[in-house]
């Protein structure tokens, strides 16, 4: 056996040892006789199948180092008024720089597979495309990964369109669509039919941004469902945020989602991004501004979460870590009493699994050996203290490892006697993830 896992501390199951060979999941038995090549030690910690992120905006990612490049007067203008700025200054090795970057920060923490979105539009051009199948190409040995052409300022004249056929030919996976933020109705429908119509014709799958706003009169979910439904396409189209699902009045909405449900739509709802998303009141008290999520898991409807934005124009924070991405949707979904947040475990895992295709996921035998070795119990504990990925295993391979190192803890008579050997706080990052090199 190339690795055998000891004491991994299945998610609401016994401690089991896992065997890996070839890359995958060999055997799963309370105490193997087999011996290892490698042996890993769990230790009785919470061993999951690897993270799956449904979406990354990922050619936005570390926009401030482009942004610092420009003069002070394009600085000092708004976020999305300096963005195109940004993007003329986009070339396929940037965007490949950048994002290797953001690969990275995907391994340390433990994500098997991703969903990257690359803009296509008259100021980048196809730069993200060609730097985001480049990385497609260089991880493909370790993770999966798609690359989805995202229209991110609409279909305004034949440009876009000329563009988006590009991307497709040089091999974009999905097509992607954000109909909410043409102007009118008509405006929307057009753009929905166009990605549809592409779709179809490079049969890909779709990947929407849908109403991300607090506007009830934003309806681009309900023309995307019934396209859908129209087109045959029921299965292949998944819809990002829907935040104004939360504010339409509850009969639509319920009438909205039985059509969501009906077209076989996967929902993703990235609850940070909301919490400081533009779209929303200036003035307090602010919305969650989070889409209606349990009445959608409620109705039958798969809901994840992603890191869906990494320092960009949209959200100035994240580090690609679906662990914190999970927390924020267990707070703000409320999934936190009576054991809720195991309903959060699936949107980080075996639900953005299904919407990327990966038929040997999980964690059984035969399965693709994409294991994660949180430094907690239980999920409720990784989620509460955001625990260590203390082992990271992709495609049968050790990749990554991280500890947490506390070299002493003083007590309360010992600060207040002065000994602390010159260490107040007696805590030692281990600092990077330490694996081997990809």
Not at 12 to 26: L, M, R, S
Not at 122 to 148: F, N, W
Not at 356 to 379: E, I, K, Q
């Amino acid at each position: 056996m190339d690795i055998v896992l000891r004491n991994a501390q299945i998610h609401n199951g016994p401690q089991v040892d896992i065997a890996i060979d070839g890359g995958k999941i060999a055997a799963i038995e309370p105490h193997l006789p087999a011996v290892g090549q490698n042996e890993i030690d769990a230790g009785g910690r919470l061993t999951i199948p690897a993270f799956v992120n449904g979406q990354l905006h990922a050619c936005k990612s570390f926009w401030r180092r482009l942004l610092a490049q420009l003069p002070p007067e394009v600085q000092a203008l708004s976020p999305f008024e300096a963005a195109a700025h940004v993007k003329r200054r986009y070339t396929p090795a940037d965007i490949f720089a950048r994002v290797d970057e953001v690969m990275q920060l995907a391994i340390r923490h433990g994500t098997c597979a991703i969903r990257l979105f690359a803009d296509v539009d008259s100021d980048g051009g196809l730069a993200p495309v060609e730097g985001l199948l480049a990385i497609r190409e260089k991880y493909a040995a370790l993770m999966a990964v798609q690359v989805v052409a995202f229209p991110q300022d609409g279909f305004a004249g034949d440009e876009t369109e000329r563009l988006m056929r590009q991307a497709l030919e040089m091999g974009a996976d999905l097509v992607g669509g954000i109909p909410w933020i043409e102007a009118g109705t008509a405006a929307q429908q057009h753009h929905t039919e166009r990605c549809f119509a592409l779709a179809v014709e490079y049969d890909r799958d779709l990947h929407f941004v849908c109403d991300d706003t607090a506007d009830p009169a934003s309806r681009s979910l309900e023309m995307v469902a019934r396209q859908t439904l129209t087109r045959g396409w029921q299965g292949r189209v998944t819809a990002t945020q829907c935040a104004a699902l939360a504010f339409y009045d509850d009969d639509y909405a319920n009438d909205v989602i039985r059509l969501v449900a009906e077209a076989g739509m996967t929902i993703l709802s990235n609850s940070h991004v909301s919490l400081i998303a533009t779209g929303f009141p200036e003035r307090q008290p602010w919305p969650r501004s989070i889409t209606r999520v349990r009445e959608l898991l409620d109705a039958g409807v798969p809901v994840a979460c992603g890191q869906d934005d990494i320092d960009n124009w949209f959200y100035p924070f994240g580090r690609n870590d679906l662990l914190e991405v999970a927390q924020f949707m267990a707070h703000n979904g409320r999934f936190a009493w009576n054991g809720e947040v195991d309903r959060v475990l699936p949107m980080v895992t075996s639900t953005p699994a299904r919407l990327l295709g990966l038929d040997d996921y999980g964690l059984h035998v035969g399965a693709a050996a994409n294991l994660l070795v949180l430094d907690a119990p239980d999920w409720h504990s990784a989620i509460q203290f955001q625990a260590e990925k203390r082992f990271v295993i992709l495609r049968g391979r050790l990749v990554a490892e991280t500890q947490r190192v506390v070299k002493r803890s003083y007590s309360l008579d010992e600060l207040l006697a002065g000994v602390t050997g010159g260490n107040l706080h007696g805590e030692v990052d281990s600092g990077p993830a330490v694996g081997k090199e990809i």
